[in-house]
């Protein structure tokens, strides 16, 4: 089984709830801590690698997609594949929707550019 930290193991958690917002901000610094632990780095100089968390049509920007950068560092003008999908970035939107040029990991972003 799993042994908590608090119980002598070395799995750490952390009691939250997200509809109260109830100690997030305890789970994102153990989430920082343990990978600062573990010396967790992505490359932001390397090939991009990301993750497509969901995707739509808008009515001015066309097809677009939210996806979190993992690896490397998108660009503006980048070229993506994702499926029988893909894109030449023309344009990408930080999550306050205010065009950003490029996005390093761990950063999540709207891409505008998308070809079917």
């Known amino acids: ?5 608090d119980e002598g193991g070395d799995t750490q958690y952390v009691c939250i709830s997200a509809l109260k917002g109830t100690n ?3 789970l994102v610094e153990t989430i920082m ?4 632990l573990m010396e967790i780095k992505a490359d932001p100089k390397g ?3 990301a993750v497509v968390i969901e995707s739509t049509t808008d009515q001015h920007r066309g097809k677009l997609s939210t996806a979190l950068v993992q690896r490397g560092t998108l660009r503006k ?3 993506l594949v994702a499926g029988q999908s893909w894109a030449k970035v ?10 950003v040029q490029n ?6 972003v709207q891409v505008i550019g998308w070809r079917s």
């Open 1 to 5: 089984g799993i042994q908590m930290d």
């Open 24 to 26: 997030l901000d305890k």
């Open 33 to 36: 801590t343990q990978a600062a």
């Open 47 to 49: 090939l991009v690698e």
């Open 77 to 79: 003008g980048a070229y």
């Open 90 to 99: 023309r344009g990408m939107f930080d999550e306050w929707g205010k065009p």
């Open 103 to 108: 996005a390093p990991p761990g950063t999540p």
